[in-house]
Structures are given as structure tokens and as C-alpha cells.
């Protein structure tokens, strides 16, 4: 018999359910949300209504927004002419940190592993095509009257197995459907701050592959 | 400037609030929270609402309560003769876990701390010494018009100086106003699959000290 009551319960289960959250740690969110004052509490309750209920995808890129675009697309200091290929939203955040790109971006919802069941009609790559094609969802072409004129796409999904296929499948469909495209591929090499020693063979490997001319 | 939009922007700091959840992890929750299914998202926020709604102190152990009483006091197979004294509602889990407790809990709501500014006041100590004279209070008098009969108190603060000191306080006060009570405190020692090579000299020297007698 649990000693909880039955709305305890339900929170210990419902806070088990997030990534990364075991048994142990819902009960201890639970107690740290029970003892908590009420406000605080219900702020957490309400935010997550609030995006469930305000958050979309923008129609350019699919990136979360709360409106029909996001805050890269809507802004117009960022330039239309580069994408950066994505897996998910919450891989643009990392690339903003960086301050190098300055484009606007395309978010696929995944990479492609026949494994898992994840084929291309599943990702957003039919979406990207239209984009560089210029003949961009009915939707945008109504408001702007205008294409993107896409001249670089940058294939950004994660140097793993199924982020590679999917970077080399859509560098195929670009080569095929929009020559005139420049399709490149974040470098792979050593970490900044990394020891040689404890490098794994295929980030050296990588490393050596893609050496470049110092002089 | 964040590449989030305000919604998203306040669910990761609501998310971040929560103990042991850094920046990082907030961020990675609130997507998981973006991705998942509108009913799934929803139906944390609303056990949320609900245990801050529903979930109140039982009136006699101050356990979490969607009632009156909570499960435990509301239980008519507990004996109301035995109270066992913890600090947070938290810890009664563990204990019931156990087996080996059939009597009803008292929660202080935390352990002496002088230097944090936690004196007797601020503990449910007075209540405790109340339940244990018979002299209850009024509600549950005019309700059962009976007391307790309590005649063993169980202290089980944790094993740390706080609620060392908070167990030797509450024995101190039991021992001057109920001298017929018993008081017991949960044994320290060894814990169970540990290796004697590796404890430390504190929990060893508990572990002498109280040893038993076996033949």
C-alpha cells in the first residue's frame, strides 16, 4: 500500500514521466512542490499550460514560436540567403550561443533511422526542398510575395550515425533538385580544449581528415 | 539576447526553480514538456494545481493530508498508542517501507538549527508534547472525545547534528512533562551489506556503542 494520497501519487507519477527523472527524485520534486509555497507551485502548473497552450511551430523554419513565426524568422536582421539544418528546436540554442551564424534555420523533428522507423517523408525534408526551391508554402508567399533566395545550406544535425545519413541524404536531394545551392556540413574534429591522448579514434580520425593548411 | 520566446523562456525558469534542476536540465525538460502530447504536458500541470489545491496537514500528525486526517492517522488498524516523530513528511515513506512501524507519525516540520534560525518555536514540538499529555486539540476532542493514550514516542529525526539535537531536546522535554512515555530512538550503527573497511569512524563508533549482547 503506498502511503501516498491519491493526488501525491498522480504528481509522483506524472513528474516520473520527464527525461531523466527517476522514482526517487518525482518524490522529491513532489515534497520540494508540496512544501513550496503555493504561488511558486502554481507558476510551474501554469507555465507549462501556457506553452502547451500559446507554443506552435513557425511556419518558415518549424522552430517552437508563439505566433505563426519564430523570433529568428520574424527578425529581419537575419539573412534569408543561409539555412542551418537542424534536428530538433532546442539544437538552435546551442548555435545562437555561438554568435557565427547569422541566417535563419530549418528544424527536420528528428534525423532518419530506418532502425527506429524514421524515414525521410517523416522529417521535415520535403519542407526544405520547397524552401530552396523558392516555392515556399502558399501561406508565405501570400504575405511576402517573395521566395528566400536560399544560396547556402548548412547541414548542422549531430555527428552521429543517423545525423550523418540524414546530412548525406539531404546533400544528395540538394545536388539533385538545386545545384546552384552551396550544401556544407558543421566541421568534425577535436574539441576545443581536448588532450590528444584521450581522443577516441574516430574524432582523431575525423580531425585528420578534415586537416587544414596553416601556411 | 534568448532565442526563446517568452513562454518557453518562463517554463525553463519555473523548471530551474525546482531543487537539483540546473539551467541545463530545465531547458532539456521544458522540451521534452514542447514535444510531448498536449494530454501528457497538461496532465502534470494539472496534479500540480490539484496537490496545492487539495493536499493539506492532516489535523493530528501534520502528514500531507487530502483530508482531515491523513491515511495513516485515518487508519484505524494503526496503533494510536505508538507515535513515531519525523521531519518531513517525506520521511514516513521509508519507514513504512519498512513494516516494522504499526503505530501513527508525528511531523515536526524540520530539525533544530540555531545557526538557520530554527528554534523549538518553529517545530511542531508543542503539538507533540499536547498529543502526548492527552490534551489534544479541541477538534479532534469534540470529535472523538478521547485522547491517544500514547506510550511510546519513537524519535526519528535523521542521524545528523540537527536532528541529533532536536531528538535529545524533544526526549528532554517528553522526560519532565510524561515521565511514564517511553522514548525510544532509532538505533545507529553499521548499515546493512556495508563493509567494515570503509565506514566511517563516526558511524563505527555508533555502531560500538550500541551494540548488543547476543548470548
Same mark, same amino acid.
Given at each position: ?11 509522483? $507519477?506524472?513528474? @516520473?514521466?520527464?527525461? @531523466?527523472?527517476? @522514482?526517487? $527524485? ?19 502548473? *501554469? ?6 497552450? /500559446?507554443? !506552435? ?9 508563439? !505566433?505563426? =513565426? ?7 536582421? =537575419? ?16 548555435? *545562437? /550561443? $555561438?554568435?557565427?551564424? &547569422?541566417? /535563419?534555420? &530549418?528544424?527536420?523533428? !528528428? ?32 504575405? *511576402?510575395?517573395?521566395?528566400? !533566395? ?6 548542422? $544535425? ?10 548525406? &541524404? ?18 568534425? @574534429? ?20 578534415? /586537416?587544414? =593548411?596553416?601556411?
Amino acid at each position: 500500500m503506498s502511503s501516498f494520497s491519491p493526488p501525491v501519487q498522480r504528481l509522483v $507519477t506524472e513528474l @516520473g514521466k520527464l527525461p @531523466g527523472i527517476g @522514482g526517487r $527524485t518525482a518524490q522529491r520534486l513532489a515534497f520540494h512542490l508540496l512544501r513550496a509555497d503555493k504561488e511558486e507551485a502554481l507558476a510551474l502548473a *501554469e507555465a507549462i499550460r501556457e506553452v502547451k497552450e /500559446r507554443i !506552435g511551430l513557425c511556419e518558415i523554419c518549424f522552430n517552437l514560436a508563439d !505566433g505563426p =513565426r519564430c523570433r529568428i524568422c520574424a527578425d529581419e536582421r =537575419r539573412d534569408p540567403a543561409a539555412v542551418c539544418v537542424v534536428e530538433e528546436p532546442s539544437d538552435i540554442i546551442p548555435i *545562437e /550561443r $555561438t554568435h557565427e551564424f &547569422h541566417g /535563419r534555420y &530549418h528544424v527536420l523533428g !528528428g534525423a532518419l533511422s530506418p532502425i527506429d522507423g524514421v524515414d525521410p517523408e517523416d522529417l521535415r525534408i520535403a519542407e526544405l526542398l520547397t524552401r530552396v526551391d523558392g516555392t515556399h508554402q502558399p501561406a508565405l508567399d501570400a504575405n *511576402e510575395g517573395q521566395a528566400e !533566395g536560399i544560396r547556402e545550406v548548412v547541414l548542422a $544535425t549531430n555527428p552521429t550515425t543517423t545525423g550523418e545519413a540524414t546530412a548525406l &541524404h539531404i546533400a544528395e536531394q540538394l545536388r539533385a533538385r538545386a545545384p546552384e545551392v552551396t550544401v556544407t556540413r558543421l566541421a568534425s @574534429g577535436l574539441p576545443v580544449g581536448a588532450d590528444l591522448e584521450y581522443a577516441d579514434e574516430l574524432t582523431l580520425g575525423r580531425a585528420f581528415a578534415g /586537416r587544414r =593548411r596553416l601556411s
